[in-house]
């Protein structure tokens, strides 16, 4: 009996879908474009963003203009956003509030415009073109209205885009240093140091400049080995400065003195 009755549901849902779609599909075809914006409008409500969308691409040259356009290009937007597809929704919020920059949705869709490039932000790994445009977006936006109460959120999302970059620059010294490549590794180190001096990773950082410099003094040829070894003590003096309390104290205490030994013998 149970088998019978879900059955029953199962082909009315199958049937109501099927309906539902040629109506959808009759009103794409239809010249009554009144009945298209009523019918689209429906389907944003119902948070149906795929016809909607497609019934919205037909109307908005035909209501350009009009009264109507204002809502239809700033849904149009809407739909894309809610579809996920982030770089086209960014581009209509952006466009949207460029034409209606007294619109009552201008500071909503200037903030989404730069949203969804934090959101088509990759992780760090990967190219970060879109990060550097949600960052500047995001800060066009904190300017346009200061006083929005988005402003906040927009400042977190800033920073959070920043610890990205950090984390690629960082991920690349260190990969310059397992390559063995020291100066390019302690260069990089030292320029993410500048741009962010506060950075989470600062005392690992130190402790890899020190390693480097070790490296690259204990490598060097011999008339080059004073000079490097100079800033090798450089580096361990900012370590230790920095961070009296270091895990890496033991290590680069002991790495200190075994090239200070080695200098010695040469």
């Not at 779609?21 to 914006?37: F, G, I, T, V």
């Not at 109507?68 to 290009?73: I, M, N, P, Y």
Request: hydrophobic share 30%; glycine share 0%.
């Amino acid at each position: 009996m149970k088998l019978r009755t879900l059955t029953k549901y199962v082909l009315l849902a199958s049937v109501i879908v099927f309906v539902s779609c040629s109506e959808h599909q009759k009103l794409l075809k239809s010249p009554d474009n009144e009945a298209k914006y009523a019918a689209a409008m429906d389907y944003f409500e119902e948070n149906d963003y795929y016809r909607a969308l497609q019934l919205f691409q037909q109307l908005i040259n035909f209501y350009k203009g009009t009264e109507k356009a204002e809502k239809l290009q700033y849904y149009y937007a809407y739909c894309h956003y809610e579809q996920e597809d982030y770089i086209l929704a960014s581009y209509y919020f952006k466009r949207f509030a460029q034409n209606y920059p007294r619109s009552e949705f201008a500071e909503e869709a200037t903030f989404l415009s730069a949203y969804c490039y934090y959101l088509d932000s990759p992780r760090s790994s990967l190219d970060q073109t879109n990060t550097l445009q949600a960052i500047n977006e995001l800060q066009l936006f904190i300017d346009m209205y200061p006083e929005s109460e988005r402003v906040d959120e927009a400042s977190q999302l800033i920073d959070e885009l920043r610890d990205k970059l950090q984390k690629k620059r960082y991920d690349i010294a260190k990969l310059y240093y397992k390559m063995d490549r020291y100066e390019a590794a302690i260069t990089s180190f030292n320029n993410l140091l500048k741009d962010y001096p506060d950075t989470e990773y600062k005392e690992d950082i130190l402790y890899h400049i020190f390693k480097a410099y070790y490296s690259y003094t204990l490598n060097s040829i011999r008339m080059k080995q004073e000079e490097r070894y100079q800033a090798t003590l450089d580096s361990y003096n900012e370590l230790v400065f920095q961070y009296p309390e270091s895990e890496y104290l033991r290590e680069i205490e002991n790495l200190r003195e075994t090239l200070s030994k080695r200098l010695r013998k040469n």
